[in-house]
């Protein structure tokens, strides 16, 4: 877990932390995790943040799960031809996306810690496959993600309720990396919006439309309350990381864990962004040295659009964190008010993108025509168009004109009493 005194968080600063070379003992159980330690004199009181790094300190449970990656494989702009028009200010803006099934495979376990003065907390194991089943990928995703997390929480503003905890970590003797983060939950924002959506269809099924007219209004606000809280608290997250120079640059519905998906609880709900494998850090003193690995993309991106500059570069790779947050937002604002199987992230995705080309109140004329989607434009409509309001902002063609997030966190439609 990382520890660090109160006096000493302002002042210092955080070395980032490597995972080194495989020992060469095939049995060898050593973790690849080292402790930190950074002084400004020697008369300055040493600020220590240490991981738990031993495999006997925790206790590993069942298996809760699987995913993995897609790669962006290559990027190109639209080709104009006469069923498909830009201006010239529209170039460089839109990108094509080739995408494939990355070679990582992610799985989650549940433990605890299992000795030391935390021992019982409980913890989710995020386990990278070793080098042999994934090459050297699976390492680097788990080094990104670790470095990430480290300097997050290291900041001098404290621990970010939003963000997901790192407690440690440990190498397995076939090379696997396990990341040990606090278990303050087990649903995801998919997770929610699964649940709700077969909770619509469950109504409808039932020839429920004569239900009581109050009750179902109630149950509208209730779903309401919680998606809004919901982004509004995966937002918070991606402000806290973006006023301290960390994209996260694989935000989506996943990648925000729940402690609850039950609407009546919604008061009690505390969204934290995970899934940090991808992370990139836009300090001006690394924008100036090479691209990483999992930056060259997003900075091809960049230039594409006519980002050159260090600032522009910066501006342009918060703008496109704030684009796929766009994406969750559209995504929280559909799936969980329709029937299942109705709409999904991709089919969403693709009608913003390509059939209404990113305008948003087109794509609303068009919901507005299908019965099994008016719950989602009620929702949206809220506070004389709000939702539209805030999402057309975010999904702005423009990257320059996208707001920020902390932009996001106090627009109306999530501060004001659109209920």
């Given at each position: 877990m990382l520890f660090a005194t109160p006096h000493c968080l302002s002042s210092s600063t955080c070395l980032s932390p490597s995972i080194p070379r495989k020992p060469n003992s095939p049995h060898s159980r050593k973790p690849r995790f080292t402790t930190w330690v950074s002084s400004r004199t020697r008369s300055t009181p040493l600020c220590t943040a240490s991981l738990i790094t031993s495999p006997d300190s925790f206790e590993?449970?069942?298996l809760i799960g699987s995913y993995g990656f897609m790669n962006v494989t290559s990027y190109s702009g639209f080709q104009a031809g006469p069923d498909l028009e830009f201006s010239s200010g529209d170039l460089g803006q839109l990108r094509v996306q080739d995408v494939g099934e990355g070679s990582v495979k992610i799985r989650l376990y549940e433990g605890r810690i299992a000795q030391g003065p935390f021992k019982g907390t409980p913890v989710i194991f995020k386990v990278y496959p070793g080098q042999r089943a994934a090459g050297i990928e699976a390492d680097m995703m788990a080094a990104n993600e670790l470095n990430a997390h480290a300097f997050l929480q290291n900041t001098s503003e404290?621990?970010?309720?939003?963000?997901?905890?790192?407690?440690?970590?440990f190498e397995t003797k076939t090379g696997e990396q396990w990341l040990a983060f606090r278990g303050d939950g087990k649903y995801s924002a998919a997770d929610f919006a699964k649940a709700a959506s077969e909770k619509v269809s469950r109504v409808r099924s039932l020839q429920e439309n004569s239900w009581n007219p109050f009750e179902k209004e109630q149950a509208f606000k209730r779903r309401t309350y919680f998606i809004i809280r919901l982004f509004l608290g995966a937002m918070r997250g991606l402000a806290y990381m973006h006023n301290h120079e960390r994209l996260h640059q694989s935000l989506g519905p996943a990648s925000v864990l729940l402690n609850t998906i039950v609407e009546r609880d919604a008061a009690y709900l505390v969204p934290k962004l995970r899934d940090l494998a991808f992370s990139v850090d836009i300090s001006f003193s690394s924008l100036e040295e090479c691209p990483s690995t999992f930056s060259e993309g997003l900075w091809r991106r960049a230039s594409s659009a006519g980002a050159f500059t260090p600032m522009e570069k910066r501006a342009f790779g918060i703008a496109d964190d704030i684009y796929e947050a766009g994406l969750l937002f559209a995504y929280?604002?559909?799936?969980?008010?329709?029937?299942a199987g109705i709409m999904d992230g991709l089919s969403l995705q693709r009608l913003l993108e390509s059939t209404f080309k990113l305008d948003v109140m087109a794509t609303r004329e068009y919901c507005l025509a299908d019965d099994r989607l008016l719950e989602a434009v009620k929702f949206l409509d809220l506070g004389q168009g709000a939702g539209w309001e805030l999402l057309q902002a975010m999904l702005n063609p423009d990257f320059r004109k996208r707001p920020i997030a902390e932009a996001v966190v106090n627009h109306r439609f999530l501060t004001a009493d659109v209920l």
């Open positions: 590993v449970g069942r404290g621990i970010c309720k939003n963000l997901l905890l790192l407690l440690g970590g929280l604002a559909f799936v969980p008010f329709c029937e």
